[in-house]
């Protein structure tokens, strides 16, 4: 089993910067390594949608609302993944979810998300 756990959410105001970052742990150790890590974001009312991801080569993708903004990365151990959130606007407001998925098997991880909130 992998457990995922996020931290770094809170209020920012509008133009501030805010760092999450995914700790993964877990029995399955080269799984992690071996696996694309990513956050997806909900807001209130609305369906989950994808913000940006990080692969096992090191590809990154994001969403076309967030780029130039966000930018995503993981550590040399391939276990954390960050997400640096900067000129943060009211509609960046979601609680952020880190996800993971496996590349032998594709099977996918959730944390339990952390609350983003943007004031204007």
């Known amino acids: 089993q992998i457990q995922l756990v996020e931290s770094g959410g809170g209020l920012v105001q509008l133009g501030g910067s805010l760092k999450l970052s995914c700790v993964a742990s877990g029995n399955r150790f080269p799984h992690i390594i071996s696996s694309t890590m990513g956050w997806y974001r909900q807001a209130p009312g609305n369906e989950r949608e994808f913000v940006a991801s990080?692969?096992?080569?090191?590809?990154?993708d994001c969403a076309a609302s967030v780029k130039g903004r966000f930018t995503s990365s993981r550590d040399n151990t391939s276990s954390v993944l960050y997400l640096q959130m900067n000129s943060l606007q009211p509609d960046d407001t979601a609680r952020y979810y880190c996800?993971?998925?496996?590349?032998?098997?594709?099977?996918?991880?959730w944390g339990q998300g952390t609350q983003v909130t943007v004031s204007s």
């Open positions: 990080v692969s096992s080569t090191g590809r990154r």
């Open positions: 996800y993971l998925r496996t590349d032998l098997s594709a099977t996918t991880y």
